[in-house]
C-alpha cells in the first residue's frame, strides 16, 4: 500500500489480499508472513483482446432528420411516432444530444434504418523502457477502432 520494498506479507485488507509491508500490515488481518521480496513478484501481461461494444453513429442527426423529411411529418408528428418528446426529438436534430444505444435500438425498429455501428476496442500492448519494474499509464491504453 506504502509502495515499501522489501520483506512484504499476505494481508486481507478490507477482503482483499494484498502483498504489504510489515507496518502496512495492521491495516488487515495477515494471512501468511513470506519473505517475498517486491522486485521477485511475478509479473505477466494479459493477451491482447478485443472487445465489441455498440454507438450510436455520428451522422445520427443527419439520419433522424431526413427520415422524418423522407415521411413528410413535422417533428411533432415524427415525435409521436417515435413515442418520444418533440424537445427531445429537436434536440437529437440538431445533434445537441445523442441518444442512448437501448434508445437507438428501439428507433431502428420502428424506423427501419440503421442507427447503431460497432466499436471494436483493442488492448494495445506498450513496450516499457527503462529499468523500473513499475507500470504506468501507457500500459494500460486501449485504441479505439470503429467499424
Not at 415521411?71 to 436534430?93: G, I, P
Request: proline share 3%.
Amino acid at each position: 500500500m506504502c509502495g515499501k520494498f522489501g520483506q512484504l506479507v499476505t494481508a486481507d485488507v478490507e477482503g482483499v489480499p494484498l502483498q504489504v509491508c510489515g507496518a502496512c500490515s495492521k491495516y488487515g488481518q495477515v494471512r501468511h508472513k513470506g519473505a517475498t521480496p517486491f522486485a521477485q513478484t511475478r509479473r505477466f501481461s494479459a493477451p491482447v483482446k478485443e472487445v465489441v461494444e455498440h454507438a450510436v453513429r455520428g451522422d445520427f442527426a443527419f439520419l433522424l432528420r431526413r427520415e422524418r423529411e423522407k415521411r413528410k411529418l413535422t417533428q411533432e408528428e415524427f415525435a409521436k411516432l417515435l413515442q418520444e418528446k418533440e424537445s427531445m426529438l429537436a434536440s437529437w436534430e440538431h445533434g445537441t444530444i445523442k441518444p442512448l444505444v437501448d434508445t437507438a435500438r428501439r428507433l431502428e425498429k420502428v424506423l427501419g434504418i440503421s442507427l447503431v455501428v460497432k466499436e471494436e476496442l483493442e488492448d494495445v500492448k506498450m513496450e516499457k523502457s527503462g529499468k523500473k519494474d513499475e507500470l504506468t499509464l501507457g500500459d494500460f491504453i486501449k485504441v479505439r477502432k470503429r467499424n
